[in-house]
């Protein structure tokens, strides 16, 4: 199994920026693609962005051209530059990974960590 920490949450006003970062440990060697997920207030757990071993980007509309996400291999490490935040980008933040980018938004792992609170408000 693969474990998360993820940390660099905070608050911050709206147009401000934040940047997570996700630490993987445990069987690492499985890790193809490592991903972020969100989870609003009262609302599902959402994929946000996922990045494959090549360093192949995805990300979902709302998020395109504010969010980049990026990967260290060799530290089991993947990264989320957030710019110009919004306050529906509100959220707890989790990361997670799989074999592929389609199995890491339509079936992610369920070892889920802790997550970082992500807050956007003036």
């Known amino acids: 199994q693969v474990q998360f920490v993820e940390s660099g949450g905070g608050l911050v006003q709206p147009g401000g920026s934040l940047r997570l970062s996700c630490a993987a440990s445990?069987?690492?060697?499985?890790?193809?693609?490592m991903g972020w997920y969100r989870q609003a207030p009262g609302k599902q757990r959402e994929y946000v962005a996922g990045i494959t071993s090549f360093g192949i980007p995805q990300y979902i509309d709302s998020v395109k051209g504010r969010f980049t996400i990026s990967r260290d291999n060799g530290n089991a490490t993947s990264y989320l530059q957030m710019n110009s935040l919004k306050p529906e980008d509100t959220a707890v933040y989790y990361c997670n990974s799989g074999d592929s980018l389609y199995n890491l938004r339509m079936r992610p792992s369920d070892n889920w960590g802790q997550g970082t609170q992500v807050t956007v408000s003036s």
């Open positions: 445990g069987s690492i060697f499985n890790i193809r693609v």
